[in-house]
């Protein structure tokens, strides 16, 4: 079995009297893709941000990345990567200046970060375009350099919330194949997803309602469990038991 990378007790997040994140126990391993379900309100993004180290828990235990989620938040962000769907590139700099800008930041020393710029840069097609503006690639290219970079400091997690919206369905499953690559690699996928197909790619599902943890295994035993043909029905059928709304 494979080291466990995200591990919470109990993870819990209050708002005053309102609950955002209530109790959560989660352990995911190492190399795993994990997702992350739920209907917009439940706590996903509340519970992310806990686990990404930028937001400090009510009460519960997390370990990520071998971090202790109060103390290790530095650490945590370090050993981790993130995109999302709304930023994950800077659209006025370049493709080779947004490597260098987030290399940078995840501490890439000047040797690794020119290699790792020349090999990305090749590895996802883009030599004619390193000197073009963000702005201008098509939605896809951006989604796929946003991930490699993402990754390119060799994570021991990515978060990736909702990593693919507006993104054609040839794209996301190409999109898919990075993941695959790196799940191969040994970098724990921690993805949130609207797209039910995409669940279905998953090694386990976690699906939270009005913020718990209402079911959590593989797509194809949740299946079996709630006599459901697709992730679809197992979606509806639990979001059906929210009693809050966004």
């Known amino acids: 079995m494979m080291p466990t990378v995200i591990s919470t007790k109990g993870l819990t997040k209050k708002f005053g009297a309102f609950t955002a994140v209530?109790?959560?126990?989660?352990?995911?391993?190492?190399?795993?893709?994990?997702?992350?379900?739920?209907?917009?309100?439940?706590?996903?993004?509340?519970?992310?941000?806990?686990?990404?180290?930028?937001?400090?828990?009510?009460?519960?235990?997390?370990?990520?990345?071998?971090?202790?989620?109060?103390?290790?938040?530095?650490?945590?962000?370090?050993?981790?990567?993130?995109?999302?769907?709304?930023?994950?590139?800077?659209?006025?700099?370049?493709?080779?200046?947004n490597i260098r800008f987030f290399?940078?930041?995840?501490?890439?020393?000047?040797?690794?970060?020119?290699?790792?710029?020349?090999?990305?840069?090749?590895?996802?097609?883009?030599?004619?375009?390193?000197?073009?503006?963000?702005?201008?690639?098509?939605?896809?290219?951006?989604?796929?350099?946003?991930?490699?970079?993402?990754?390119?400091?060799?994570?021991?997690?990515?978060?990736?919330?909702?990593?693919?919206?507006?993104?054609?369905?040839?794209?996301?499953r190409q999109f898919w194949d990075l993941i695959y690559q790196a799940a191969d690699d040994g970098i724990t996928v921690f993805v949130t997803t609207h797209y039910m197909d995409e669940a279905e790619y998953c090694d386990r599902l976690s699906i939270m309602v009005d913020g718990k943890i209402e079911s959590l295994n593989s797509p194809t035993k949740m299946k079996q469990a709630m006599h459901a043909d697709s992730m679809d029905e197992v979606f509806y059928q639990l979001a059906r038991k929210a009693q809050r709304s966004e």
Not at 33 to 40: C, K, R, S, V, W
Not at 114 to 135: C, F, H, P, W
């Open 103 to 172: 290399g940078g930041i995840y501490g890439l020393s000047r040797k690794d970060l020119r290699d790792k710029s020349e090999s990305l840069i090749e590895y996802l097609g883009l030599q004619n375009e390193t000197d073009k503006m963000v702005a201008s690639l098509p939605l896809g290219w951006k989604q796929k350099l946003a991930f490699s970079v993402a990754i390119m400091h060799e994570p021991k997690i990515v978060f990736l919330d909702e990593p693919t919206g507006g993104v054609d369905p040839v794209t996301r």
């Open 22 to 97: 209530d109790a959560i126990d989660l352990d995911v391993q190492q190399g795993e893709i994990f997702g992350f379900l739920g209907a917009n309100g439940a706590g996903k993004t509340t519970a992310m941000r806990m686990l990404c180290g930028l937001s400090v828990p009510t009460s519960g235990s997390a370990t990520i990345a071998g971090h202790d989620i109060y103390k290790e938040t530095e650490k945590i962000k370090k050993s981790i990567g993130y995109m999302s769907q709304r930023f994950s590139l800077y659209e006025d700099l370049t493709v080779r200046e």
